[in-house]
């Protein structure tokens, strides 16, 4: 602190803190413990707020663990966001593996630029566009169709089916580009090492590659769990009658209902899942949360 | 080895297919002179969806909006994510574990979470719902992102310098125009782009504290949702090219930057 009072002097010390003071506490911090508090507070009419029905109470907490299909839905989420992060890493891993020891030098900008079209498209088109493939008299089914590979028209959005096809392609970059930073730190050599040393290929990626690229997986793999457990447009265009997401219900609470309190609760209770894989994920692969957010 | 290549130079392929195609099918039932937006079957040509965008005044608001919150997001993130970067960068230990794990944790919080407690603060204050609480949301985690960049570039940065610059007498503030900002610019500029894209096709954050207002993902959403017709598919089709130009415009750059270099 000292040292940055020598270098900068006190008026643009004092700017620095006060810009990440006003960050920290109003933008993060403050909203955080308001969305807590107000999840303990009953819904009450502008009249009644601060009156004697105005007590802090868990019946928000409790409308949920009351509702066996809300409890559904949160368990389907969490199941169906973990299985998205395992076909996101499953696609990502060997193309990570691909881009940075395989791909020769020359085309690895003109990859990136390929890839980033995609990624700078905003979630809501990316997933329209698959509303328009797997629409029934859709692209998809017609050239499978046109193929003879399928003999009547496959009804995609159907389950959870669509809502995971959308979310892998909506996020499957989110889990590539962290692997192959991680490869990309990896020395060559070792793995020619590896090699020389007559270690088959599945070993070397086993004892050798995997382990390197640990905090790049634990990395894509928070960031592919966070934004599909949390995500509401893919949910909205892709889901079926019986596929429902969870943060559809926080909508419900928060739009339709304009309970903003039980809202409240239902999007805390989102962030406790959140913040519960972080801290697994960083255990499990033992990573700090500096090699998380890079 | 030289087969196993073949498949991977195959698999990459198939891969950047997979996550193209479905952005040409998009772009191509723009043209087509069907109610529903498909390029199955192809009615015929047609300019007319582009035409009824262009007429759409809903549009045009929301595209103005979208604008202006991306660049209010942007000057706001820019100088908070630069003074937190050097802020941290000039602390040890547990004070900066703690600082470090507050200011990244926006960036793995859901937006609907960000939304929702951005929402309940500023109504508490009395500040009701609108395009300046969807800013101040956004700013909330973007800044986390041109922190991450600066406090990146900030490892390489010589602090002999400063010291020397001070010691030859310059001014705090000379040291920081001068000396500190034009070794940071590269990663200021990446962070500017950055947040002004993430701003852009921000969703999440928006839907919620948005109030009254449209952005162009909320009003291609509500789109989809009531009646869809293909001027959506017209306004993806304007919004990747846009997206494909200044993509290769940064690549350009990039190459003639290098070939100097």
């Known amino acids: 602190m000292s040292d940055l009072l020598n270098r900068y002097g006190g008026l643009l010390t004092a700017i620095f803190i006060l810009l990440t003071a006003f960050w920290l506490l109003m933008l993060v911090i403050l909203p955080n413990i308001y969305l807590f508090e107000n999840s303990f507070r009953p819904y009450l009419p502008v ?126 970059l989110f889990m590539l ?22 270690s088959p290929w599945w070993r070397t990626h086993l004892r050798v590659i995997l382990p390197h690229s640990k905090p790049g997986i634990a990395s894509g793999a928070v960031m592919v769990f966070m934004l599909s457990a949390g995500s509401i447009l893919v949910p909205t265009l892709l889901a079926s009658t019986t596929s429902r997401w969870f943060t559809e219900i926080i909508q419900q609470w928060m739009f339709e209902s304009q309970d903003w309190n039980t809202g409240s609760a239902y999007a805390f209770l989102l962030l406790i899942l959140c913040t519960v894989f972080v801290s697994v994920v960083m255990r499990v692969f033992r990573v700090k949360l500096s090699d998380i957010a890079k | 080895m030289r087969k196993s290549n073949f498949l991977f130079h195959l698999y990459m392929v198939l891969f950047l297919i997979y996550m193209i195609l479905p952005l040409v099918v998009m772009g191509g039932a723009a043209f087509n002179d069907s109610r529903f937006p498909s390029i199955y079957p192809w009615v015929g040509w047609t300019d007319r969806w582009f035409i009824e965008l262009w007429k759409d005044t809903r549009m045009w608001v929301a595209f103005r909006n979208t604008i202006l919150v991306a660049l209010a997001v942007v000057a706001i993130s820019i100088p908070i994510g630069t003074a937190a970067a050097i802020l941290i960068n000039s602390i040890a230990g547990s004070t900066r574990t703690v600082l470090y794990s507050l200011m990244v944790a926006p960036i793995l919080t859901p937006g609907a979470v960000i939304g929702i407690s951005t929402l309940l603060f500023w109504n508490t204050l009395n500040v009701p719902a609108g395009l300046h609480l969807s800013v101040l949301g956004q700013v909330s985690f973007i800044a986390a992102f041109v922190m991450l960049l600066v406090l990146a570039r900030l490892q390489s940065f010589d602090r002999g310098l400063e010291e020397a610059a001070l010691d030859l007498g310059a001014s705090h503030a000379q040291v920081l125009r001068r000396i500190l ?18 701003s852009i096709e921000n969703f999440n954050v928006t839907l ?23 001027t959506i598919n017209a306004l993806a089709l304007i919004l990747i090219a846009v997206t494909l130009f200044c993509a290769i415009a940064y690549e350009v750059r990039r190459r003639a930057v290098a070939r100097r270099g």
């Open chain 1, 177 to 198: 580009f962290p692997i192959y930073n991680a490869i990309q730190s990896l020395d060559t050599n070792q793995i020619e090492a590896a090699e020389d040393l007559g």
């Open chain 2, 208 to 230: 919620f504290t948005r109030g009254t207002y449209d952005t162009l993902t909320v009003y291609v959403f509500s789109k989809v949702r009531t009646g869809i017709t293909p």
């Open chain 1, 47 to 172: 009249n009644e707020m601060g009156g004697p029905k105005d007590v802090y109470s868990l019946n928000n907490y409790l409308t949920f663990f009351k509702s066996p299909i809300h409890m559904n839905v949160f368990v389907w989420t969490i199941i169906y966001s973990s299985l998205v992060t395992l076909i996101c890493f499953i696609i990502a891993y060997p193309l990570a593996y691909y881009m940075s020891k395989i791909a020769p030098d020359r085309i690895i900008p003109t990859l990136f630029l390929l890839l980033f079209v995609p990624l700078w498209v905003s979630e809501v088109l990316r997933s329209f566009a698959w509303f328009i493939i797997l629409a029934l008299k859709g692209p998809l089914n017609s050239t499978l169709l046109g193929l003879g590979i399928i003999e009547a028209p496959v009804r995609w959005i159907m389950g959870f089916r669509g809502v995971v096809i959308g979310l892998v392609y909506t996020y499957v």
């Open chain 2, 181 to 198: 900002l034009p070794h940071l610019y590269p990663a200021i500029g990446a962070g500017a782009a950055i947040g002004f894209f993430q």
